[in-house]
């Protein structure tokens, strides 16, 4: 804990960011062709080749201030739209539960 305190305080130190510009967890998921490839079907700040098919993922911390409703669509969205055509990632053991979890913490910074 000390040295990432440290690390921190040297960074604002020498006038960088203590946030990593690295992506996160969730982006990668989020951006993945082999895993949660969200932009196939969705628009999201910072994506390439961006898909049109369901609706853009923005402003999604205020969309979904229920943190629960967003995990159960990427989860299932067929539970409550059975005629969705978004795959039900943890049902088909595309995405488990943490990274879902990651998925909707990087969402929730869109």
Do not use: W
């Not at 960011?17 to 932009?39: D, H, M, Q, T, Y």
């Not at 196939?40 to 402003?59: E, F, Q, R």
């Not at 409703?69 to 990427?74: M, P, Q, Y």
């Amino acid at each position: 804990l000390a040295a990432i305190a440290c690390g921190v305080l040297g960074a604002l130190v020498l006038g960088m960011s203590a946030v990593s510009a690295a992506p996160s967890e969730g982006e990668k998921l989020a951006f993945n062709r082999s895993k949660g490839n969200c932009i196939a079907c969705h628009a999201i700040k910072g994506g390439n080749s961006v898909g049109n098919i369901g609706p853009a993922l923005t402003d999604m911390k205020k969309n979904y201030p229920d943190r629960k409703k967003l995990i159960a669509i990427i989860s299932d969205e067929t539970k409550r739209n059975p005629q969705s055509v978004m795959p039900p990632f943890k049902r088909n053991l595309i995405l488990n539960d943490k990274e879902i979890e990651a998925i909707v913490d990087f969402l929730y910074t869109r």
